[in-house]
């Protein structure tokens, strides 16, 4: 006999839909909703929400913070906790493969971004890197958290694997739902009216899956949220946990003006490609609240828990990479060896605070807070596993750490303030360089102290070695490579063990011998 009655989960939707969300906040599901919402290209100063701190650990706001606009990662960082040293690797296929697999760059070997039509490992890159990217069967959170009953959604930048690979569709790793996901790295346009694309001169990069929204005028950052939404209503109606993935296009170039919010930024005095990179900051910044919103609306924000981050440092086309102009006062941008390239906003919070949900009393997340200990995108996956009481096959290495203790604002001294980023490649921004972070000691090193150009060669600054105490100077005006030899030669010893350790790849010379770093 046909069931008449609906179910709770259909009932959700209903009083969400009537606004009576609230009256049904007791019915916890089996697990916790996920929500990773993941920017591209978005440094940890592109935003009005200060993460860098003074001298007494207060948040210290900086002209950056006072040029965007981001009222709702606002709202998201005073009900939860934002991280002001929080790595990600500086290009973004290896940041989104580490989400995926718990492991360092150096590990997976992704170490560069993936061009989807032909391996870029670049003039004397390691010719064993990983350019096909993430595999079907491969170990991913998305594929544990399917078998842990989630259902799995993508939705936006997948950049996992070149085109005609398994990687290529996110739909072979794990996920249940792929939305508008493919090789590509950036999309053909942010217009509807463009057809995101299709049918331009950029049509090999157009973005999949979004045909409806063609020839309207959806901005993609709004079509991808009102897709987000849909796909967690039907989830929620299944009375399914979900793990969202929304991973969005935005902030990469092209640096297209979202008409919605271009005349905040008429008269700011910067060039237009400024402006619309801010317009595009604060699209991804309402798609940010209406997903809370939503949350809210059909009665699962209690039992959602958020995790904000970028993918790599700021690409924001205010000034030269190796300036602090776009990333003031961190040095450096998108794919650079500086904290500037590899510092990201990461904000922990559920999606509305309830002290008496049992699963926000599992994972308490201090309110308000700003947590000052190191951590990094490979700790992720342990943390989720970890909330929802898995954890990976032993025979897959997990680099990352659980944040818990983190996210409650507290210290843990169990973790080592460490990070590896290591990038074999060129031509880049930066070419052939490892960094190693060791408590507030930093070494970057240079497989080769000149790299040519076609204007040719980049010098880098200190030949092979850099040093820097990022406690005495966290903005890296001062080499300290040949006044310390011996912290020098301790700080090189560690990334060497850290290479060794994840079974790293390395530039090669022209006889094809590794370049592997070497002591001072």
Not at 13 to 18: D, E, H, I, M, N
Not at 127 to 146: A, Y
Not at 325 to 339: D, F, I, Q, S, V
Not at 413 to 423: A, D, N
Request: a negative charge.
């Amino acid at each position: 006999m046909k069931n008449l009655f609906p179910t709770l989960a259909t009932l959700v939707v209903l009083f969400g839909q009537l606004g009576f969300g609230s009256a049904l906040q007791g019915a916890e599901p089996p697990q916790p909703n996920i929500m990773v919402f993941l920017v591209d290209d978005m440094g940890m100063m592109d935003t009005s929400v200060p993460f860098l701190t003074d001298e007494a650990g207060e948040p210290k706001r900086y002209p950056l913070n006072d040029y965007y606009r981001t009222p709702s990662m606002e709202r998201l960082a005073k009900q939860g906790i934002r991280f002001n040293q929080f790595y990600a690797m500086s290009v973004c296929s290896p940041t989104r493969i580490s989400i995926m697999t718990g492991q360092n760059a150096a590990r997976h070997r992704a170490t560069n971004w993936i061009n989807p039509w032909q391996n870029n490992a670049g003039p004397q890159g390691p010719p064993d890197w990983n350019w096909e990217g993430l595999k079907t069967g491969e170990v991913t959170l998305p594929g544990i958290l399917r078998k842990q009953g989630y259902h799995t959604i993508h939705v936006g930048k997948g950049h996992f694997g070149p085109e005609e690979t398994d990687g290529a569709d996110p739909a072979n790793l794990g996920f249940d739902v792929n939305i508008a996901g493919r090789s590509i790295g950036a999309p053909g346009s942010y217009y509807g009216e463009q057809n995101y694309g299709a049918g331009t001169k950029r049509a090999k990069s157009a973005v999949p899956h979004l045909e409806k929204y063609h020839g309207t005028k959806t901005f993609l950052s709004e079509a991808l949220t009102i897709e987000a939404k849909a796909a967690v209503s039907e989830t929620v109606k299944t009375e399914k946990p979900f793990y969202l993935y929304f991973a969005h296009y935005a902030v990469h170039a092209p640096f297209e003006s979202d008409p919605r919010f271009a005349d905040h930024y008429k008269d700011s005095g910067k060039p237009a490609p400024a402006q619309a990179f801010a317009t595009l900051v604060e699209g991804m910044d309402k798609s940010l609240g209406d997903m809370l919103d939503y949350f809210e609306e059909i009665g699962v924000a209690e039992n959602t828990l958020i995790f904000f981050l970028g993918d790599n440092g700021s690409d924001a086309p205010l000034g030269d990479q190796h300036e602090v102009a776009c990333a003031a006062p961190l040095r450096g941008k998108k794919g650079a060896h500086y904290e500037g390239g590899m510092r990201v906003p990461f904000i922990a919070a559920w999606a509305k605070a309830d002290p008496e949900n049992a699963w926000q009393k599992k994972l308490p997340i201090a309110a308000g807070a700003i947590q000052g200990q190191v951590a990094n995108v490979t700790d992720l996956f342990p943390t989720l596993l970890g909330l929802v009481g898995e954890k990976a096959p032993d025979s897959h290495a997990v680099d990352g750490s659980r944040l818990d203790a983190l996210l409650t604002g507290k210290s843990d001294s169990s973790r080592p303030e460490q990070f590896l980023m290591h990038y074999p490649h060129a031509p880049h921004r930066s070419n052939y360089f490892t960094v190693w972070r060791d408590g507030d000691w930093k070494v970057i090193y240079h497989a080769l102290p000149k790299v040519p150009t076609t204007g040719g060669f980049i010098q880098f600054e200190g030949g092979h070695y850099q040093l820097f105490n990022l406690a005495d100077d966290p903005f890296e005006q001062t080499n300290l490579a040949d006044s310390l030899p011996s912290e020098l030669k301790r700080m090189m010893a560690g990334m060497i063990a850290s290479l060794e350790k994840t079974h790293a790849v390395y530039p090669v010379d022209e006889s094809g011998k590794p370049l592997q770093p070497v002591l001072p």
